[in-house]
């Protein structure tokens, strides 16, 4: 679902200057390490904030998983990272990249088409080191308030705590980059917390081993639902895959000989038992939720950003709160898009609209347009959770390119997209990571 009206708003770049920001950037993933980039490019000053001692973000692999597997336990330590051990890219290298710094510009790469997560964070780290981004980094420092100065509005307070140490800064603007798949986001059914078996939600889901010979609920069948259930099918003794867009009622698969589809779960019983909506019955041991994530900004204590059912408001084009913005910014929000390049281009239009080569209309202008995105939204029955959700429209990307006086996603680009899209979706998304640019058509 693009925003609404991609042609409202300024859209030539003019030649206005502002006087260079202070700009704190938290998160050293692929959106602070973007925003980085382009803030400095437009010559700002750049602090960012890492609480890890790794760049790199989600692509970081963090083999720890948190103490409660479903991650509701308010005391928990967090872990940042969600990946799997095993984990591809769901994009192929080709659209995995930034527009002007593409996956595939080293040789001696995984010839795969959808690369290990290693190699993905290789490719940051070199990102990183080719704009000189180190530098700007503090690592091992955790954000932990953003608020506007009470007495001078335009100013930020970041107050960070590095080790034992809290210290609070003042900022003309922040990007922030926290990422959104870090709070999972928990399955509700009657007699969940009474069910006796194991839950984990696949944030803290790592390798298949403590599945083996075990009759396993997943529940959700998108990307991460699907590949986890054929990694643990080939351990466990049975897999039964719930999901709400499935309209099979108990269908085995194809994808082994222990594998099943079932409709959403009605409810859970104290004696093991899992009753699907379609009155099916499943004595299981553990319930695995692939369930998606919140949107979460602890750290963040001015009002006026609300985070309802995933959908961060009011922001104008997902990025800018219209009453904070510009200095104030989100990068990285939307998704089902080609993520690297659609968070450079909102990373560099953020620094062209804070140095002033960029101009965002007025407040009442940029929530008359989310309004009116939201507007539509309703109006053809679009649930609020896909607010972010670009579903590989481009428009998006384009519209944001144009402000910086970029070309948008590149034709071979699309074609590639294309060409993956049509190869799964309706199909066969089991075999999704198949695609190949032979399949090009
Ligand atoms: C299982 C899984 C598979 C995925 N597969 C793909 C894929 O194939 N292709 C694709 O394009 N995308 C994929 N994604 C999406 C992926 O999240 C993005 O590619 C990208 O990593 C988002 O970058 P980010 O910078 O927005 O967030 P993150 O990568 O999450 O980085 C956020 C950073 O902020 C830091 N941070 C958070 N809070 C604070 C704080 N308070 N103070 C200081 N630092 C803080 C974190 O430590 C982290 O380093 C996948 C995501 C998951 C979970
Ligand atoms: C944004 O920052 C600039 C420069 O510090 C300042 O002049 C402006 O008033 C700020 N805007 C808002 C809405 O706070």
Redesign the pocket.
Same mark, same amino acid.
């Given at each position: 679902m693009p925003p609404t009206d991609l042609t409202a708003g300024p859209t030539a770049v003019d030649h206005l200057t502002a006087p260079p920001h202070n700009v704190a950037v938290?998160?050293?993933?692929?959106?602070? !390490?973007?925003a980085a980039r382009a803030l400095k490019a437009e010559g700002h000053r750049v602090v960012v904030? &890492?609480?890890?001692d790794?760049?790199?973000?989600?692509?970081?692999y963090d083999p720890r998983v948190e103490s409660d597997p479903l991650s509701l336990d308010p005391n928990r330590e967090i872990v /940042?990272?969600?990946?799997?051990q095993s #984990?591809?890219?769901? !994009?192929p290298r080709q659209i !995995?990249g930034f527009s002007d710094y593409p996956f595939s510009t080293k040789t001696n790469r995984d010839p795969r088409t959808?690369p290990g997560?290693q190699e $993905?964070l290789q490719f940051l780290n070199e990102f990183a080191a080719e704009f000189g981004l180190v530098e700007s980094i503090r690592f091992g420092? &955790? $954000? $932990?308030r953003v608020e506007r100065d009470d007495l001078e509005n335009d100013r930020w307070v970041v107050e960070?705590r590095h080790q034992e140490t809290n210290l609070n800064e003042l900022f003309t603007a922040v990007v922030i980059?926290?990422? /959104? /798949?870090?709070v999972p986001k928990v399955a509700d059914f009657r007699g969940r917390e009474k069910w006796p078996g194991k839950q984990i939600h696949?944030?803290n889901y790592r390798v298949p081993d403590p599945f083996e010979d075990l009759i396993v609920v997943v529940i959700g069948d998108g990307?991460?639902g699907t590949e986890i259930s054929l990694e643990i099918a080939a351990v466990a003794k049975q897999v039964h895959l719930s999901s709400r867009s499935s309209e099979v009622r108990v269908s085995k698969m194809d994808y082994g000989d222990n594998m099943w589809q079932h409709s959403k779960i009605d409810h859970a019983n104290e004696n093991g038992e899992v009753v699907f909506e379609d009155g099916d019955v499943v004595h299981a041991d553990i319930i695995l939720h692939c369930t998606g994530?919140l949107y979460s900004f602890?750290?963040l204590k001015t009002e006026g950003i609300s985070v309802e059912e995933g959908r961060v408001g009011y922001l104008y084009k997902h990025i800018f709160p219209p009453k904070l913005g510009p200095n104030l910014s989100f #990068?990285?929000l939307p998704?089902m898009t #080609? $993520?690297?390049q659609m968070?450079d281009f909102q990373a560099k239009w953020v620094a062209h609209v804070l140095s002033g080569k960029a101009r965002l209309p007025s407040e009442e202008e940029m929530e008359a347009d989310v309004r009116q995105h939201y507007q539509s939204m309703e109006e053809k029955g679009i649930p609020k959770y896909h607010t972010h959700s670009l579903h590989f429209e481009l428009d998006y990307l384009d519209w944001l390119a144009n402000q910086v006086g970029a070309k948008g996603v590149d034709e071979s680009a699309r074609l590639v997209l294309k060409s993956y899209l049509k190869f799964f979706i309706g199909r066969d998304k089991w075999r999704q990571k198949d695609w190949e640019p032979t399949n090009l058509m």
């Open positions: 938290i998160g050293a993933g692929v959106a602070g !390490l973007a904030y &890492e609480k890890s790794r760049l790199g973000g989600t692509w970081a /940042h990272g969600s990946l799997y #984990l591809r890219s769901n !994009l !995995l959808f997560h $993905v420092t &955790e $954000v $932990v960070s980059c926290n990422g /959104h /798949h870090t696949s944030h990307p991460s994530f602890p750290f #990068l990285g998704y #080609l $993520v690297f968070i």
